[in-house]
């Protein structure tokens, strides 16, 4: 296939992508429109209209049905409740058009006001799912190599479920990305997502490293992901004891509460990044294996994650000798917080022993002194160790290190507190750009790791 570059080219691409991005907001300005447009009407007219408000409804659902056709909105969940009522308020326009009395109600100003109001809001409430979760494209590879991708469910017979009644054994699934038509063996990474989070959270980064030779394994941790579905179709929601603990962890005011939260948080995630590399290992040397087991190297690993996910890598890092690398995508070293006494955190002693690569954003690179989760990063900062890195990433907030800043613009500028400064799409070019150095530097052997930003 031959595709078409060059500034123009470009330039109608990012127009169309940004199009695409607020079809929701212009959905709901369109909307709005119209009922301001009907209640001047209606008051001008001192009548309620209500043959015309049929047509109306008629040709919104009608419009709304040629933009599906021709594929200017992408049907799909998002828009689930804007259909519903636009059919709905079709059925009441075409009895509105149809009876014989239609018209004859007395006005009222103010109700016609009212129920102006309240269309609009019942249209935003519609809207909302496509307004926070606009369409959005991953971005482009850069690798050679297209990119395969698998899912797969684990069952850990050695562990009970921490979360489930007795009896039940922790399952795990997982999602691979890989260089598709590929053969020989390729380095293995293993990602665990954030707290708060899914298998999918950095697809974007996955994708990007299987297009350049890496062999990418994402947990989606039961119980800790918002949800986690199964190769039969089964949906394990997140816990609501766990989300309580999460949302309510304040290492401020009571550190050792938070100490014990994050011994049994690190227990179950390690455990389960432990257990998928030992499962892949020992399958990457099965000839009657699935394929994408057979393409992993095993003697290169790397493991990382975000946030929570990546506190999790950090801990295998120090407990795993055949790990070659870590990325922590603005992550504290919880692992490495061993106890409290005096009312603060003691830490492990020593160096680091794997080469790390410490990212952060805006959310917490100027805190990192003064938060006491984040104090072994904190040392690390002026440690001399050369194979301790820190990376700022300027303009950015802890949420823009994920997808969610492709999927939920919006959301992500709740969750960051601020707006970035950083487009979506930049900010996780940076993050493959600096992931893809420094694994290419400590799995593949290909030079020496000096990005540019790195304190």
């Keep these: 296939m031959v595709r078409a570059t060059g500034a123009p080219f ?141 899912n797969f469910t684990y069952m850990d017979a050695s562990r009970s479920e921490t979360y489930a009644s007795a009896g039940e054994y922790r399952k795990l699934m997982v999602g691979y990305w890989y260089p598709a038509k590929a053969d020989g063996k390729y380095p293995l990474v293993v990602f665990s997502h954030g707290g708060i989070s899914g298998m999918n959270s950095n697809e974007s980064l996955y994708r990007e490293l299987a297009s350049h030779g890496y062999v990418v394994a994402s947990i989606s941790h039961p119980y800790h992901a918002i949800a986690a579905t199964d190769e039969d179709g089964h949906t394990i929601w997140i816990d609501r004891g766990y ?88 992550s504290p070293f919880m692992y490495d917080i061993k106890g409290v006494e005096n009312g603060e955190f003691v830490l492990t002693d020593g160096a680091y022993p794997v080469p790390v690569l410490n990212v952060y954003s805006d959310s917490t690179w100027s805190r990192l002194g003064e938060l006491p989760q984040y104090a072994q990063n904190h040392a690390l900062l002026i440690d001399h160790d050369a194979t301790v890195f820190n990376v700022h990433m300027s303009g950015v907030g802890h949420f823009s290190l994920t997808d969610l800043a492709l999927s939920s613009p919006v959301l992500t500028r709740m969750l960051n507190r601020f707006r970035s400064t950083v487009s979506s799409e930049d900010s996780l070019r940076m993050v493959n750009k600096v992931c893809l150095e420094f694994l290419d530097s400590y799995l593949k052997k290909m030079g020496e790791f000096t990005p540019s930003g790195a304190k």
């Design 10 to 150: 470009d330039v109608c691409r990012r127009l169309a992508r940004k199009g695409n991005e607020r079809m929701g907001t212009l959905l709901f300005v369109f909307a709005a429109v119209i009922e301001v447009f009907l209640v001047v009407f209606c008051l001008r007219t001192k009548s309620n209209q209500t043959k015309a408000k049929g047509y109306v409804r008629i040709g919104a659902l009608t419009g709304f049905a040629l933009l599906l056709f021709f594929k200017v909105i992408d049907w799909g969940i998002r828009y689930y409740a804007l259909s519903a009522l636009l059919l709905l308020l079709t059925v009441f326009g075409l009895l509105g058009i149809t009876r014989k009395n239609a018209g004859t109600a007395s006005f009222k100003p103010g109700r016609a006001v009212l129920r102006a109001v309240g269309m609009t809001i019942l249209f935003l409430l519609v809207t909302l799912p496509a307004i926070a979760f606009p369409r959005h494209s991953p971005l482009e590879v850069t690798g050679r190599y297209g990119v395969s991708t698998a």
């Design 243 to 330: 989300l309580r603990e999460i949302l309510g962890e304040d290492a401020k005011t009571n550190r050792y509460q938070s100490y014990q939260y994050y011994q049994k948080w690190m227990k179950i995630r390690m455990d389960d990044i432990n257990f998928v590399i030992d499962y892949i290992l020992s399958e990457a040397g099965n000839d009657e294996a699935n394929s994408v087991y057979r393409l992993v190297d095993r003697a290169a690993i790397g493991v990382m994650g975000h946030s929570f996910g990546g506190s999790a890598a950090l801990g295998i890092g120090r407990i795993r000798d055949d790990v070659g690398a870590v990325i922590a995508l603005e």
